[in-house]
């Protein structure tokens, strides 16, 4: 029962991550087109965060984004919560079992020191 609970709160953790990250993206995005319409009347070049925090999620999206047609959200918010939902389950799938099999090693062993420096 443990690995279940280890890969739903890192799959939790993950989907949460790329939320926050596509809302920091979305509202910087939404700030450079009010400078745009408002202010200065040409294109503004994505800033250097944008671009790290666009590569993040795009590596973080890779797994079930690379089987689906390139148009298939339509641009849709909903889509991309879908998106994020699917890839939270194949990363936290697989983070969440090393966690567990990491996490389970050290006890064992953390336990079989305690263990041998007790006997006598």
């Known amino acids: 029962m443990k690995l279940v609970k280890t890969i739903t709160v890192t799959t939790l953790a993950i989907w949460l991550m790329q939320l926050v990250i596509f809302g920091v993206i979305f509202m910087t995005r939404f700030t450079n087109i009010n400078l745009q319409v408002f202010c200065f009347g040409s294109n503004l070049p994505e800033t250097t965060v944008q671009t790290f925090l666009s590569q993040i999620l795009n590596f973080l999206t890779c797994p ?22 699917a890839d939270s389950l194949v990363w936290g799938g697989g983070i969440g079992t090393l966690f567990y099999v990491i ?4 006890r064992r062993l953390t336990a079989s ?3 041998r420096t007790v006997s006598p």
């Open 64 to 85: 079930i984004k690379q089987y689906l047609p390139q148009d298939w959200m339509n641009d849709s918010v909903l889509g991309m919560a879908l998106l994020f939902g």
């Open 103 to 106: 996490w389970s090693a050290y």
């Open 113 to 115: 020191k305690l263990h």
